[in-house]
């Protein structure tokens, strides 16, 4: 190996491309440096980041309090597993379930493992209180879904790329249309354990539900017994101009699932938070994870909700969400349909004969925003919530211009 070597953008992406497998389609800016809202090239140049690592990176990248903290406790001890205790992760419980209000807390890593967690939570519930028959447990989720990408979360993606291929797929999750609250209600039977839904889907190309159905989601589940699982890995922690999305509708979902943002942009930490009454089906052996609640991930964790509160980062994506979502409207290109969103979660629409968000989403990085398309016509526009006034009046001029390319 010869660790001295200098390469080029070029020359990194074509090591990649030749030894990576090509599960992603990166955008060819080879990062090597950041700092706030700013990403560096290891050419130098100077990126404004508008994707935030899906919302990961909510706080800013490095964080100065997030990385002391992180280098603190690896210093003094980053792994236990869960077969000893650590003095880190109680207080981590602590402190995520007084933000929250919730009672029990279970840590992951990724968020797709909260998901299959909060998944093996309502399964048994059904089974052990609710009384369903074996086997027999459904949990309904939404057309236009993501939650992950293992087979049983893919087995219940509409996404035809997503599962084809990696069959046989996992039964039990019956599908109705994101924000058709008849559907839902059509779609339960007395084997109900749980209902699923994001938000605010996300990766669906930010598509914002109907107002009240989030409302309609509780009063359902109430009134048949089923729990309420809101995945907010990506939409959670301020990044919607609430605390949790579901607190636009002042709903308290039964089990929540965050990661993403939990992890301060750099240590993956997920949770599943729920009442004490749901969470103690769970018992010794019945799940766990290696790194799950390891003291480095907890202590991480901590500095991000405590720098999430000091910072006032979820007043902060509502104040600014708004200026930038107000802006972007008064652009009035001829490309876009519409703009939805909520805070600093923004997909710009385009219209079909656009020519597709890829080549807008090019066109903003060589100009020093990166931000990325989802779903082929959509630009997703989030990033981190530390942005302020001043750096939006810098990218809007910017956005302005390539909107309005021929
Ligand atoms: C990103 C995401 C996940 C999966 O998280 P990973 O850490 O990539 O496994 C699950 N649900 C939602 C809503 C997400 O945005």
Redesign the pocket.
Known sequence: MNNSKTYSSQEFIELEESLGAHNYHPLDVVCTGGEGVWLYDVEGNKYLDCLSA?SAVNHGHAHPEIVATLVEQAQRLPLTSRAFRNDQLPLFYKDILDLLGYEKALPMN????A?ETALKIARKWAYTVKGVPEDQADIIVAEGN????TITIISFSSESQYKEHFGPHTPGFPMVPYGNIDALQEAITPNTAAIMV?PIQ??AGVVVPPEGYLREIREICDSNNILFIA?E??TGLGRTGKLLACDHEGVRPDILVL??ALGGGIF?V?AVLASKSVMDVIKPGDHGSTFGGNPLGAAVARAALRVLVEEKLVENAEKMGRYFHDHLEEINSPHVDYIRGKGLLIGVVLKEEAGGARRFTEALMTRGILAKETHENVIRFAPPLVIDKQTLDWALPIIRDVLLMP
Do not use: L, M, N, W
Not at 110 to 113: F, I, P, S
Not at 146 to 149: A, L, Q
């Open positions: 899906y990724t968020g797709a493992e998901v993501f939650h992950g990408r994001e996300g990766e995945d890995i990506q990661g993403k993956p997920s």
